[in-house]
């Protein structure tokens, strides 16, 4: 799905053009925290959003502010599987959804 197919069946902020990826991206990170004991690995988020138009810098991004805001915390490390983007074997962190930090 396109960012312009996106806007079609999900309306967001207009002065954000990125809103409605934020929003998915963080929809993903916690669905798989909820499917996997509250751990979050990029490989299994990824999963969740192959077939979406999300710019790896908008994913990049929501990362960093959840990280800042205390929902993810550091856990661990895997390796990737990110064969699109070039990091497949290289080493990732993994992280603890915190609900309230």
């Known amino acids: 799905m396109t960012a312009d197919q996106l806007a079609l069946v999900m309306p967001g902020d207009r002065t954000d053009p990125h809103a409605d990826a934020r929003r998915l991206v963080r929809d993903a990170i916690e669905v798989t925290a909820a499917l996997h004991g509250g751990i979050v690995s990029a ?32 856990e661990g490390l895997e390796r990737s599987n990110d064969t699109r983007g070039g990091n497949a074997g290289r080493w990732i962190d993994t992280y603890k959804w ?3 930090p």
């Open 43 to 74: 490989n299994a988020v990824r999963v969740r959003l192959v077939c979406l138009d999300v710019p790896p810098k908008v994913i990049g991004q929501v990362y960093a502010a959840l990280r800042r805001e205390g929902h993810l915390r550091p």
């Open 98 to 100: 915190v609900e309230r």
